[in-house]
């Protein structure tokens, strides 16, 4: 059992034989809730000896309650073992990312019985975000609400957008480290309404975001090289680069101010102020872009 999940029934009738047709269909939605090894341990013994006029179809999807799963876990090794040994397919229906991701979309919009004009197209990517799985979902909504072959501009699909979707985390800090208020305030927004993530995920994320910089905050460290190798990163200096910037730019006085903002919002997220979680976490993201905002004309003491 996952906080009121069970797999038994899932198994039950994966053993259960067909009425009045030749093959029973199991569709779980969802099976992600059962991530962990011990969660799917009866559907793994259940594979170990399947029933054969069964066709299980295990969609992996993150656990739909909200602040349960920010991202899709991977499938358990035990898991895709038995899987594959007792001859299942696995079929890989992610977006992915990158220029992949890019192609995935124009080729679900193109293959879309609307006739999308590009602001239109442009508006539904954006309104997205991060969140590309939606998409064909959204697609046949508006296919039934405009009928095929119809042509569609921005404003018309506008209103059933609905709420604008997941972004990327470094799209926060990005607008942060840019001192832009507004822009953050969005972003923001769009992480705990569209992404469901809570002000205790934004907190960590930010935490995580300024502690490389304060670690950085050394006269002797020269270069990405030196700074990647303080903050123990491999591969790619260009996040230690990123680092390293937001260092130089923001000096030892305003970083110290950043971490008494960090540190007060954490009291607050835990009780110590009477706010509710998400304006704690709206005054920090507005109060750390502000700084950035102000560092751009004067930098801190080194």
Not at 46 to 69: A, G, H, I
Not at 92 to 111: F, H, N
Not at 179 to 200: A, E, F, K, N, Y
Not at 239 to 268: F, M, T, Y
Request: charged share 25%.
């Amino acid at each position: 059992e996952d906080g009121g999940y069970t797999i038994g029934p899932v198994v039950d009738a994966s053993q259960t034989f067909p009425f009045l047709s030749d093959r029973r269909v199991v569709l779980v939605r969802n099976a992600a809730v059962f991530s962990t090894k011990d969660a799917c341990v009866p559907l793994v013994q259940y594979l170990e000896d399947p029933l054969e006029t069964t066709s299980l179809v295990l969609v992996w999807e993150k656990d739909p309650r909200p602040n349960k799963q920010s991202k899709t876990p991977a499938v358990p090794k035990s898991l895709a073992d038995a899987v594959a040994s007792c001859g299942g397919v696995v079929v890989d229906t992610s977006p992915g990312t990158g220029k992949a991701q890019g192609g995935w979309l124009d080729e679900r919009i193109s293959g879309s019985s609307l006739k999308l004009d590009p602001a239109a197209r442009r508006a539904l990517v954006d309104h997205l975000g991060s969140d590309v799985g939606r998409l064909p979902a959204l697609l046949e909504m508006l296919e039934s609400v405009f009928g095929a072959g119809t042509k569609v501009s921005a404003p018309d699909i506008e209103p059933y957008l609905g709420v604008s979707g997941d972004v990327a985390p470094w799209d926060l800090t990005d607008a942060i480290d840019g001192g832009d208020v507004s822009g953050s305030l969005d972003v923001l927004q769009r992480m705990t309404i569209g992404g469901g993530r809570h002000p205790l995920q934004i907190l960590a994320t930010l935490s995580n975001h300024y502690l490389k910089m304060i670690r950085l905050d050394d006269p002797d460290i020269r270069g990405d090289k030196q700074a990647a190798d303080v903050l123990g990163m491999k591969g790619s200096t260009f996040p230690a680069k990123k680092a390293l910037d937001g260092a130089r730019r923001l000096g030892s006085d305003r970083l110290a101010e950043v971490a008494a903002l960090l540190a007060q919002a954490d009291l607050d997220l835990h009780g110590a102020k009477a706010w509710p979680p998400e304006l704690v976490i709206e005054v920090l993201v507005a109060r750390l872009a502000g700084r950035n905002r102000s560092s751009s004309g004067s930098r801190g003491r080194r």
